[in-house]
């Protein structure tokens, strides 16, 4: 009888975990972006002093920044996972891969986009999870010297993860009782090629504990958050040490923007360009 409860204890457990990243995962497929619909800013103009680099949140693609469009804005592709490699032809999902790799990617395509301007350095607009990966990019650089970045403008980041649908209160659970680990053997290889990222960013994650504390080195840090974002968790003491932070309530109190909705609304994009044309601090 005792073995037959803990089977279930077990099996219970394991489906809570595993559910973990499989839940993001197709929160992922929801917003999945069609091939047809890919029209962000792209084409930097070769004349540009200080290109404007967008980088989109988990499970989105360029598509995001097409109100964006401007000769020295250019939204960049990262972070595909293995199935986003095989299904590109019809669907385009990025800020899939691990945020590890995604940030060597923001790393080489900074670097190409500086190799067609001839500018020295760019400013960087990005939202949820890309947050991570350029500050990743900037803090632990695959590339010898960081991207030269001037400022880091984050709508809506994920300093502190997210705490959707339950998800870090399970992985909360499962640490207490001494399974997590077990478990997320058995997670990993069945969301992995769908969504590496979507595990890292659940709050209080392995990955967000290890997230350096301190802003990169000569680079502005700004945030831009919404009090209805509705999915990034409230960064507290988990946001890099030194970065200004902009309520959008504070400057339009009617505003209801979420979280999707941050990188087309219109006076988060006011604030943001704002705040790269006076990068100075």
Same mark, same amino acid.
């Given at each position: 009888m005792g073995a037959g409860r803990e089977r279930g204890h077990r099996s219970t457990a394991r489906g809570r975990h595993v559910g973990l990243g499989a839940a993001l995962a197709l929160a992922v497929g929801l917003f999945? *972006?069609?091939?047809?619909?890919?029209?962000?800013?792209? $084409?930097v103009a070769p004349q540009c002093v200080r290109p404007l680099v967008a980088v989109y949140d988990l499970g989105?693609?360029?598509?995001?920044?097409?109100?964006?469009?401007?000769?020295?804005?250019?939204?960049v592709e990262y972070g595909a996972g293995p199935v986003t490699r095989v299904l590109g032809f019809a669907v385009r999902v990025g800020g899939v891969a691990s945020i590890e790799e995604s940030a060597a990617e923001i790393e080489a395509e900074i670097a190409a986009i500086l190799d067609r301007t001839g500018?020295?350095?760019?400013?960087? *607009?990005?939202?949820?999870?890309?947050?991570?990966?350029?500050?990743?990019?900037?803090?632990?650089?695959?590339? $010898?010297?960081?991207?030269?970045?001037?400022? #880091?403008?984050?709508?809506g980041p994920f300093w502190a993860g997210t705490e959707v649908l339950g998800l870090a209160a399970v992985a909360d659970l499962n640490?207490?009782?001494g399974i997590y680990d077990a478990l997320a053997a058995v997670e990993r290889p069945l969301v992995a090629p769908f969504c590496v990222s979507c595990g890292q960013v659940v709050a209080r994650s392995t990955f967000l504990r290890s997230v350096s504390a301190a802003t990169a080195a000569g680079v502005r840090y700004v945030?831009?958050?919404?009090? @209805?974002? $509705?999915i990034a968790a409230p960064a507290a003491g988990a946001a890099p040490r030194g970065r200004q932070v902009v309520v959008v309530q504070d400057v339009?109190? @009617?505003? @209801?923007?979420?979280?999707g909705g941050l990188a087309g609304d219109?006076?988060?994009?006011? #604030?943001?360009?704002?705040?790269?044309?006076n990068g100075d601090r």
């Open positions: 999945a *972006v069609p091939a047809s619909a890919r029209t962000g800013p792209n $084409g989105s693609s360029a598509a995001e920044w097409a109100d964006w469009a401007g000769p020295c804005a250019v939204a500018a020295d350095v760019v400013d960087v *607009v990005a939202r949820g999870s890309g947050a991570l990966v350029v500050h990743h990019a900037l803090t632990r650089p695959v590339r $010898g010297a960081p991207p030269p970045v001037r400022t #880091l403008v984050s709508l640490r207490r009782i945030d831009i958050v919404s009090a @209805t974002d $509705g339009d109190p @009617t505003s @209801t923007v979420d979280h219109a006076v988060v994009r006011r #604030l943001a360009i704002d705040v790269t044309r």
